[in-house]
Nanobody, 119 residues
């Protein structure tokens, strides 16, 4: 089991920056990937960014350029920085983690951190 707790977000103005944090606990040492997804009002949840154990990062198409994912392994924490916020970044941002033990893959989600960007 992995528990994910997000923090950060809130109400922001266009052009500002924000950093979201997610602390993983439980079987965090078995993580195959950790990162962020988001779900905007009326839209499907989409992948924003992920980090793999070797440090490789992948970004979703909507996250290229202004989003930076990073992690602090010692703190079991993953961060998402968003620069130059735009109203279309308004969404609930979910921390995501995946464990792989043998052939068993499990996905875990945080409770979500709302981000609202006004123009």
């Amino acid at each position: 089991q992995v528990q994910l707790v997000e923090s950060g977000g809130g109400f922001l103005q266009a052009g500002e920056s924000v950093r979201l944090s997610c602390v993983a606990s439980g079987s965090a040492f078995r993580l195959n990937a950790i990162g962020w997804h988001r779900q905007a009002p009326g839209k499907q949840r989409e992948m924003v960014a992920r980090i793999f154990p070797d440090g490789t990062k992948t970004y979703g198409k909507s996250a290229l350029g202004r989003f930076i994912v990073s992690r602090d392994t010692a703190k079991n924490t993953v961060y998402l920085q968003i620069h130059d916020l735009k109203p279309e970044d308004t969404a609930v941002y979910y921390c995501y983690a995946q464990t792989v033990v043998g052939s068993v893959v499990n996905d875990y989600w945080g409770q979500g951190a709302p981000v609202t960007v006004s123009s």
